[in-house]
Every structure is written in structure tokens, then in C-alpha cells.
């Protein structure tokens, strides 16, 4: 009995999978079917379906599979933490792809004090990276709401942001080398750790926020920073976007490189969380005014937590002095400042999700142009869909907003569903209306793909296109994210398939 069923499951194994577990071992390459939660995205947006999952344990085994599957033609997907908010890391649902996963990559291979160093595999996460470096005395500053899963391959893949790129930069500027599997199974050994390297193209930023597109990053060498001494958080109520503005040049100008994060939500945003989540402790009382705005800062300071705390009171003085600011709160204790921050990093979210969904839009500006953009594109919404709400917050600072539009409160859920395409035509043709870009931080993915098409201008479509062309010949790596499939290699084909994108491109909500 036993016998027959374990010959019939023999029989039916896939070639495909047998070779891929030589490669990597048994466990560690299974049917598609068997690995559910690497087929479906972490907004439950994107549901795919894959030939088989597999998980190399080093370097020479991604090498191995990405040859073998180079040879069959298979389509790869890379993934780490499938954290993406853009469904970059699920697959399609033609069950052709390979997911390949970083996961077992999670070694940290070398901490270098001298040079302020860390090299670190794809698959270690995000948050055990920094808790390494702070064991070692430094600070990678990288973080991000997404932390206890996601990757360092990923945020590499993405080109994360998060809440500290204001002092620090992306995950680009935090990087110095990295270790690739090219899409013919070569492996690139470049994780330089030099400060200056004027010695070509740069390779490395290509790689980086490639979303899986162009090869598989296996290990990078990334910066630390010297731990700062003391921190200080405050929470500030503002009238509007402007105060917001005015309250982000006076921190600038007094705390310089000191400032580290600066994230701003506005009333609606503020007010539905005491809405939808009664239980959540918020600093200040929700207003029905929706001008208001309330600023999350933090300094870093090298001196001392009273240096920090006097420097912090000196600027909100001034903020509340000049009308900037309406109050402020400085949190007294670490626990107090994990308040603040779970208001912004957790509790936003779960209040739109608690609405009944939301249009989200991860849009950059120019700073200075905010509080314009913000009430042209309420205007523009409003006259064409009358009622419907926006929440916006996030990483102003950076001209980052996380500009999420829900459904006017007298509609069903499925008026988002209904309008959403339309939703994101006027955010976007605002965003790019006042010189900004509709994927600030979040990528491309498959959520924005045709929206791109609508708004890169052909010339950066076509270099785009060649670049992909040269490194992934096959078109093996991530097809259908980031750029369209079967897009055009050549230039002059390309030029006339992407001029007029707008009759071909459905728009997808994002
Ligand atoms: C609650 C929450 C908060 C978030 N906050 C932020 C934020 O503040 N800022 C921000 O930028 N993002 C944010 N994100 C989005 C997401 O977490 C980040 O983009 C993260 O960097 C993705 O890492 P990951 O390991 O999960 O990558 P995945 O989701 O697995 O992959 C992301 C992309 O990178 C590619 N990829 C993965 N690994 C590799 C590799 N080794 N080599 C090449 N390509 C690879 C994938 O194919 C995919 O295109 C947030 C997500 C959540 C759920």
C-alpha cells in the first residue's frame, strides 16, 4: 500500500522540482501548493500561484538554481520577507514562476569597527541587523514599520525608505557593496566596502530598488553609525500643513543633523483612530477641525539626555511661541515614546483597514509644495467624487505621504472596488502636476506598472527598457513587475509602443 502511494507520488514529482531539490536538499524545494503564504501578498491583494518554492542555504546554491532555471527558461520570482506593499515579490497566477526565496541566507558574515562596516546576507532581517549592530556599539539606522519580518535583500530590492532617511538616507545611501547572482547564475562579488569608488557604472545602485528585475542580490556591505547618547520624542499639534512646514524649517534650522525623523498625519487621518479604534491611547484628543495636523519628531543627540531634553523644549518653545505649533508633548520615558510611535507605525493603518479599506498612494513632492498640492487634489477629488475622505501621513520630511483615499461614509465598501482607478488618476496627475513622483518609497511593483507607463516620460521608459534588455536577455528575472511583459527591447519599437500608453494601460488602483 505504502509502496504503490509512494511510487505514484514519485511518478508524478515535476522534473523541474526534482533537479531543484539536488540543488538545495528535500526540504528546501517544494510544489507551489505546498508553500501558501509565498503566494499571497501581505495585504491580501495579490494571490498567485508558482511551480515550486525553493529555498537555497548559500550563495552557490542561488548560483545553481538560477542556472538551472536560466536553462528551462523558468520565470524566477525573488522573495524575502513578502512584505512588499506593491505585490512585488508574489508571483502571477500562470503557475509558470519559481519563487525563490532568501530566507536561509541569513548569516552575518562580517562586522568591521575600523571601517564602520557590516556585511550581512539578503535573508537576514531587518531587525535583527540592527539589533547586531547596536550588540557592536553602532547604529544601522534603516527602520521601518515592516521590520520584525522583512529582509535586508528586500529592502535592497525596494530601495526602503522609512522613518530615518531624513538624517540617514535610503537603503541605497546606506549601502557600499553588494553580492548579485546574475541572471544567468553568475555571482558578482562586489561588496567593496570603499566610501569613493569612481571606477564605472555603478552597478551597485542598479541593482538596488531593481525589485527582483534585473538579478538577485545574495549579500551586502552596508554603513553603521556611531550609537547617538540620548533620543528625544515629541508629539506637536499644528492648524495646518503650513504650521507643519513652518514647525519642519525651525527644527531644521536649530537641530540640523540631530533631527532624525519628522513624520506628520493630518486631522482625518488622526481622528480615525479614535474612531475606529477607541481603545488606542492617543496624546491628544481627536478635533472635528480638519485642518488640524500633529507632527511625530525625534532628535538623535551625541552629548546627553539632558542636552537633548533642553534642546527639544528650547525648539518647541519657539514653535509654540510663534503660533507654528497649538501644544506639543514630550515623551518622559521610552515607554511614552513607543506610544507615540505605535500611533504612527501601527494604529493608523489598522483604523483605515478597521474603515473598510482604503485607495492607498505612496507619493513624494517637493516639500515645499505640500500644502498646495494637498488642497488642489482634495478639490479636484471632491468636485469628481463628492464625500470621499483622505487620510494622509507620513514621512514629510522627505515629501513623503502616504496619501490614502477612503470612501465617502455613506457608501459601501465596494465603492472603493468602483472607483478606485478613477481615485488614482487624479491623485497621481496631481502628484506629477507639482514635479512629484506617484512610487516614493514602496516601489513599482506590479501595483504601479501601468501607471508608470502613463507618467515616465518615453526616454527614461526606453533606458529602462535596454538596461532590463542587456542584464536579463531572457527576461527570466520578475517578469511582469516593474515594467510591462513583453515590453519592446528596442528603442525605436519601444518609442511607439510607450508614447501612447494611455489607450493601451488599464489603470490599476494601487
Ligand atoms: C507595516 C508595513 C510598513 C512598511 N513601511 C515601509 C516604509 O516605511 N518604507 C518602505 O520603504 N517600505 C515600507 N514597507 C514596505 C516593505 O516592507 C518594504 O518594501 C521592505 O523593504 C520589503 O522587504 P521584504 O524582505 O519583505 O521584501 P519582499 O516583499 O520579499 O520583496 C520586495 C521586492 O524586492 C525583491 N527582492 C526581495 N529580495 C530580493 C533579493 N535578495 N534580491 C533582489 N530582489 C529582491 C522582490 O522581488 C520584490 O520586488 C512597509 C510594509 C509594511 C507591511
Redesign the pocket.
Known sequence: MTDIAERSTAATVDPLLAELRQIVGEAYAVPGVEAPDALID??SRYVGRARAVVRPGSVDEVAAVVRLLAREEVPI?????????VG??TPDDSGRAVVLS?KRLDRVRAIDLDNDTITVE??VV?RRLQDTARDAGRLFPLS???ED???????????????QVLRYG??RDLTLGLE?VTPSGEIWHGLRGLRKDNSGYDLRDL?IG????L????AATLKLYPLPVAQRTAFVKLDSSESVLALFRLAQADFGASLTAFEAISGPAYALVQQRMPEERVPFPAEPNAERWYVLLEISDNESDHHAAERMEHVLEAALRDGAALDALVAQSLAHSQGFWRLR?YAL?RAQACDGGIVPHDISLPVSALPDFLRRNEAHLQSRLPGVRVFAYG?IGDGNLHYHIGRPIDQPATYLATHGAEITQIVHDDVVGFGGSIAA???V?RSKRDALLRHKSPIELRLMQAIKHALDPAGIM?PG??LPLNAPADGATGRSALLNPRGSSPIHSS
Open positions: 501581505q495585504r520570482v525573488p522573495q524575502g520577507g513578502h512584505t512588499s506593499l512585488g515579490a532568501l539578503a535573508g531587518l521601518l514599520g515592516a519580518s522583512c529582509t535586508i535583500g528586500g529592502n535592497l530590492g525596494s530601495n526602503a525608505g522609512g522613518v535610503n537603503a548579485v541593482y531593481s525589485e527582483g528585475t538579478g538577485i542580490i545574495t507605525q493603518g514621512h518609497e514602496h516601489g511593483g520578475n513587475q516593474l
